[in-house]
T-cell receptor
Framework: QKEVEQNSGPLSVPEGAIASLNCTYS??????FFWYRQYSGKSPELIMS????GDKEDGRFTAQLNKASQYVSLLIRDSQPSDSATYLC??????????FGAGTRLFVKA | DTGVSQDPRHKITKRGQNVTFRCDPI?????LYWYRQTLGQGPEFLTY????????KSRLLSDRFSAERPKGSFSTLEIQRTEQGDSAMYLC??????????????????FGEGSRLTVL
């Protein structure tokens, strides 16, 4: 079992729709959770961090965490073609190591 | 540009050669990480420095890999006797954290543009 699992996609949504990206993790003791965006040929860029159960909103992005279910999600409202990228879920499992999932490719159709 | 910088951006080498990558983190950041990423995969943790101390190293990292961070500033990652399986993007990241405690923001990483290695 991979430590951080994501559906590889691609997830295709029309412009203006809500994109929903999901992630599960295996280490129940994980404390910190992150979403990174990675454009093709570029390096990852942090877009959201969440540390406690519930929702956290930042502009068009909402991160959701459910530690009991070991589940993290990212919602992107009013999706734009510029949101087309790979979204990486990352989990800090204790110590200084952050584990990344393989990423979900998102394609927003104009 | 005050972000994380990496050099070289691209390196093509023959199998068996040694290569070295350099990373200059954001100046005030005390934490520095090396990751490796292959196509279709997420970044894979290699090693971590807090200031000049290498505090964690992946068990997946073979003895051919060595990293240093002298004086707690820039870092180098050397791969000896390269193999074709070493071909990947090598990513450096930095962050700012407390000197001693593991803070909740561990994982808020700022990545450089990466050094792409191709081993022929």
């Amino acid at each position: 079992q991979k430590e951080v699992e994501q559906n590889s996609g691609p997830l295709s949504v029309p412009e203006g729709a809500i994109a929903s990206l999901n992630c599960t993790y295996s280490d129940r003791g994980s404390q910190s959770f992150f979403w990174y965006r990675q454009y093709s040929g570029k390096s990852p860029e942090l877009i959201m961090s969440i540390y406690s159960n519930g929702d956290k909103e930042d502009g068009r992005f909402t991160a959701q965490l459910n530690k009991a279910s070991q589940y993290v999600s990212l919602l992107i409202r009013d999706s734009q073609p510029s949101d087309s990228a790979t979204y990486l879920c990352a989990v800090n499992t204790g110590g200084f190591k952050t584990i990344f999932g393989a990423g979900t490719r998102l394609f927003v159709k104009a | 540009d005050t972000g994380v910088s990496q050099d070289p951006r691209h390196k093509i080498t023959k199998r068996g050669q040694n290569v070295t990558f350099r990373c200059d983190p954001i100046s005030e950041h005390n934490r520095l990480y090396w990751y490796r990423q292959t196509l279709g995969q997420g970044p894979e943790f290699l090693t971590y420095f807090q200031n000049e101390a290498q505090l964690e190293k992946s068990r997946l990292l073979s003895d051919r890999f060595s990293a240093e961070r002298p004086k707690g500033s820039f870092s180098t990652l050397e791969i000896q006797r390269t193999e074709q399986g070493d071909s990947a993007m090598y990513l450096c990241a930095s962050s700012l954290g407390p000197l001693a405690a593991i803070s909740s923001n561990t994982g808020e990483l700022f990545f450089g543009e990466g050094s792409r290695l191709t081993v022929l």
